[in-house]
């Protein structure tokens, strides 16, 4: 089992910053990667960007150049840098952790985008 933490949540102007970070516990080394997902009101959630355990990253559309995930292995711990913050990146963001079969989730933090 993996127990997600994610914090850094917040209200931010628009073109503001924010980082999320996701604290992972448990069974860490059987994870392959991570993930950052967000659930705008109404919408669907959607994929927002992931690290794998060998490091590379990808990105949707959507934050590709603005948002950066990051890793710091002694610390279990994977962030999300997110610059020029758009109104339309407001959502719950949810870290997932996923292994061979399984996954695991957060439980959200908020970011609101307004002025």
């Known amino acids: 089992q993996v127990q997600l933490v994610e914090s850094g949540g917040g209200l931010v102007q628009p073109g503001g910053s924010l980082r999320l970070s996701c604290a992972a516990s448990g069974s860490v080394s059987s994870l392959n990667g991570m993930a950052w997902y967000r659930q705008a009101p109404g919408k669907l959630r959607e994929w927002a960007a992931t690290i794998i355990k060998g490091g590379t990253t990808t990105y949707s559309e959507s934050v590709k150049g603005r948002f950066t995930i990051s890793r710091d292995n002694g610390k279990n711990t994977v962030y999300l840098q997110m610059n020029s913050l758009k109104p339309e990146d407001t959502a719950v963001y949810y870290c997932?952790?996923?292994?061979?079969?399984?996954?695991?989730w957060g439980q959200g933090t908020q970011v609101t985008v307004s002025s």
């Open positions: 997932q952790a996923f292994a061979i079969g399984k996954e695991y």
